[in-house]
């Protein structure tokens, strides 16, 4: 029932869908990855986003976002995350598991919450086809709607012509345009009295309507072609899916072709189940720092977009700060959005395929081995382009001096990531009734896990490029730009590779016994292992666990009330844990270039060691009643939940002397509480077996409170840092 018309991603179709689940968009560009949290936040540095798993495979996101920036509600994410690529019709269930007793099995990385997607397989007859097919058109803004409150051309030049009659201080000007540029012409003597009035009154009447130049009616459309069937033995399911995405701001776009094969089979002892999934991804957009929607809501509609001739209209704005030379605030370069529009762009492209098979073999009726091998690779490339005539590359250029950062050309920053994982997991099964009234179940679980995820990428930016010239870079003179040959040593200029590697392996337990369906007792174990943490092997190694029980009180002493469907009360207990990649025991030296001076290659400290770091550690608590009514038409949930984190990862500020400012520590505390209200009701329902095109009305209300509470003597709560009473600069 997730699946709606006109929401491009899984994520999206899940906001209001579940109690507890707080759903964040900091944007409105199309395939900006939205942030997802479950039962509020238990970490302040790590990650805060949840654990997705697919057909039982852990999905890692296409490019290794620093967790800093993921949790910063400014950051915009249009790389996407580890579920961008799948294909919304390919689902067949999903589920959020929350509690501790729910997540413990996934280790570490579900100290966060995890959300469980499994996909459609085919089921035994002849082939079925399906074809899905939704469009939807989401309206541009006006300056009619309530949101937008905008001063037309006639109030935005009285306000300004108020404040110059009563004198009143009037805010710094870095842009003459408009009326203000005419004014100014006149106190100059450039403009006579008619002059001036003559184009005050054009500006007056102008209105430019920049929604209509910028913005558009965007329309989406999305299609999927399925097929599946099976016979006794065999089953199998394919789809291709397409899908085109625009945007509201003009020269936005997002195009996503996807393929999934899913194929199982049956035979004596063996089940086998064979996955495959692609994706191929191409995004266009406009370069933030041309900021067009934003423009859009913001400029004076008393400026116009184009002079009386038809042509461009551009006016000047002050250089931006990082291409200033000396500190100079009054250089000029000539700046008109469309202009920018035109010669930037911003180009998204990736692709990723992952594969898992996994094999089943009944070594008794009671006892199954099963082997999982799963393995994804992903691709994504990210072009920022600024052409010659914009204004970004004019503030580079300045006059064409000596000074000059980009004499010719335009800006090309490329970056690439690659990500390879695989995974390997063993585990066997139990499942016995204990007696011959099957009263008694035992269930057992036990498994191996090791996992890889490894990611490469380089990122490069080249000035002088001229794509109209066949893709080519110019030749630029070093020896007559001493600035642009200052740049070509920088970082920035000659490359950036980045290579991660993450190895985790994995040993975890299950196990839950059930007295007639009425008593259940279940307790989940795993211990993950890392070698980021300590130098001492027992801080190395985090053991995560859990224990639960339910009482089915609509099977035992409500039993023989009718319009009790199912009563239930369920309880447990849990630790938890995170980890921070990037830190670890031992001192990391960051490798640079060679010193100009000492004529020698220079290194940095990039991580201080930190032989004392251990795992953060949360305990949850989780108290839920489940219930169905009057013949299921009245269902829900209603939880409460409690968690504690300890040891939660901070950043310490420390003298200068020691070679860095901040250094990782484990001393911080969180409370995370709250209270889930899941209602689902059912007044008409008259689908049945017999009637499969009946009528059914639904209505399912969310409604969930989370409170969460940072607890430490010394937070600086703007960027999380522990603060010392005494530091290096206070001497």
Not at 253 to 263: G, I, P, Q
Not at 266 to 283: D, H, T, V
Not at 413 to 425: D, F, P, V
Request: charged share 20%; hydrophobic share 35%.
């Amino acid at each position: 029932d997730v699946v709606l018309p006109g929401l491009q991603s899984i994520d999206q179709m899940l906001e209001g869908r579940i109690p507890g689940m707080i759903f964040m968009q900091n944007t409105g560009q199309i395939g900006a990855a939205p942030r997802l949290r479950i039962r509020g936040t238990s970490t302040v540095l790590g990650s805060q986003e949840p654990l997705w798993v697919v057909d039982g495979i852990v999905q890692t996101d296409p490019v290794n976002v620093d967790p800093s920036q993921l949790n910063d509600l400014d950051f915009v994410n249009l790389l996407g995350n580890a579920i961008s690529g799948l294909n919304p019709e390919d689902i067949e269930q999903i589920d959020v598991l929350k509690d501790a007793s729910a997540t413990a099995i996934y280790g570490a990385r579900a100290a966060n919450g995890v959300i469980v997607i499994t996909t459609k397989k085919g089921k035994a007859g002849p082939p079925r086809f399906n074809y899905s097919v939704s469009g939807s058109i989401t309206r541009r803004p006006h300056y009619s709607d309530k949101s937008v409150n905008m001063m037309n051309s006639t109030e935005r030049i009285a306000y300004s012509r108020e404040l110059i009659q009563k004198r009143i201080e009037y805010p710094t000007i870095e842009t003459w345009v408009g009326y203000e540029d005419a004014m100014r012409k006149y106190w100059n003597g450039e403009y006579s009295y008619d002059q001036m009035s003559e184009v005050v009154g054009y500006y007056e009447a102008l209105n430019t309507d920049w929604f209509d130049i910028l913005t558009q009616n965007a329309f989406t459309h999305k299609h999927t072609l399925s097929v599946s069937g099976g016979a006794n033995q065999f089953g199998y399911y394919a789809s291709l899916g397409y899908s085109d995405i625009n945007g509201t701001a003009k020269g936005e776009s997002n195009k996503m072709y996807t393929a999934n094969v899913k194929l199982t089979s049956n035979y004596n002892r063996f089940s086998m189940q064979f996955g495959l999934n692609a994706n191929i991804q191409e995004k266009e957009y406009t370069p933030d720092d041309v900021g067009l929607v934003n423009y859009a809501y913001n400029t004076s509609r008393a400026v116009p977009a184009y002079d009386e001739n038809g042509e461009l209209l551009y006016y000047n704005r002050p250089y931006a700060a990082p291409s200033r030379i000396n500190g100079d605030e009054n250089q000029l370069a000539a700046f008109n959005i469309l202009n920018e529009i035109a010669n930037s762009s911003q180009d998204i492209n990736s692709s990723g395929v992952s594969l898992n098979a996994t094999v089943n073999y009944n070594l008794f009726d009671f006892l199954k081995l099963s082997t999982t091998l799963s393995y994804t690779l992903n691709h994504t490339e990210m072009d920022v382009y600024h052409g010659e005539k914009s204004y970004y590359v004019a503030c580079l250029r300045h006059d064409g001096g000596t000074s000059s950062l980009l004499p010719v050309g335009g800006e090309l920053k490329e970056s690439n990531t690659r990500n390879n994982s695989y995974m390997a997991r063993a585990q066997l099964d139990f499942n016995h009734y204990m007696d011959s009234n099957r009263k008694h179940l035992l269930f057992a679980s036990a498994g191996w896990e090791v996992s890889s995820t490894k990611y490469t990428g380089i990122s490069q930016t080249y000035r002088g490029y001229v794509p109209e010239r066949g893709l080519k870079m110019t030749t630029i003179d070093l020896e007559k730009y001493p600035y642009y040959a200052q740049w070509t040593q920088t970082a920035e200029a000659l490359g950036q590779r980045t290579h991660q590697l993450t190895n985790l392996m994995s040993v975890y337990f299950s196990g839950s016994y059930s007295y007639n369906d009425v008593y259940m007792f279940n307790v989940n174990g795993r211990m993950d292992y890392s070698n980021a943490f300590g130098s001492r092997s027992n801080e190395k190694i985090l053991p995560i666990w859990s224990i639960s029980g339910r009482w089915n009180v609509a099977q035992d002493i409500l039993k023989n009330v009718y319009w009790v469907n199912d009563l239930s009360l369920r309880a447990s207990f849990g630790y938890q844990g995170n980890m921070l990649e990037g830190e670890g025991p031992d001192m990391v030296i960051q490798r640079g270039s060679m010193d100009p001076y000492f004529g020698e290659y220079k290194s940095t400290v990039y991580k201080f060691a930190n032989p004392f770091l251990k795992w953060e550690k949360t305990a949850s608590t989780n108290l839920t009643i489940d219930f169905s009514l009057f013949n299921s038409k009245v269902n829900g949930s209603v939880s409460y939940y409690y968690k504690k984190t300890r040891d939660a990862f901070l950043e310490k500020t420390v003298s200068e002397i020691n070679g860095v400012t901040e250094y990782m520590v484990n001393q911080g505390t969180l409370k995370n509480k709250g209270v889930e209200v899941s209602l689902n009701f059912v007044p008409i329902d008259q689908i049945s077996a017999g009637n499969p095109n009946g009528f059914r009305w639904k209505l399912d209300p969310q409604i969930g409170q989370v409170i969460n509470q940072l607890i430490d003597k010394a937070i600086d709560n703007k960027d999380a840092t522990v603060q010392d009473e005494i530091v290096y600069q206070d001497y």
